[in-house]
């Protein structure tokens, strides 16, 4: 079974930092990419971050120099480096897997809120 728990979101001022954590169960995680995702009110959710079973790495323009997301395969754990936030980073963020081989076989996390405010 499948399982996502996400953690480390939180209420922040801008130009502070965040780490998020996705932990996984199962023994599917060293071998897939694996990604996070943010929705912010009255938008769709939007990619933010992916990162292969060998640790290549992709962003978002909008997080570029900004975020980094890194992976543990020994503790099953993804992670999501916040740094210099800005009130339009405030969205619920999920960590997502593909287990599809030929379609997409999504599993997601319930989310953590991240909300940057003065």
């Known amino acids: 079974q499948v399982q996502l728990v996400e953690s480390g979101g939180g209420l922040v001022q801008p130009g502070v930092s965040l780490r998020l954590s996705c932990a996984a169960s199962g023994s599917f995680f060293k071998l897939y990419a694996m990604g996070w995702y943010r929705q912010a009110p009255g938008k769709q959710r939007e990619l933010v971050a992916t990162i292969t079973s060998g640790g290549s790495t992709n962003y978002a323009d909008s997080v570029t120099g900004r975020f980094t997301i890194s992976r543990d395969n020994a503790k099953n754990t993804m992670y999501l480096q916040m740094n210099s936030l800005k009130p339009e980073d405030t969205a619920v963020y999920y960590c997502?897997?593909?287990?599809?081989?030929?379609?997409?076989?999504?599993?997601w996390g319930q989310g953590t809120q991240v909300t940057v405010s003065s």
């Open positions: 997502n897997v593909d287990l599809g081989i030929v379609t997409p076989i999504n599993y």
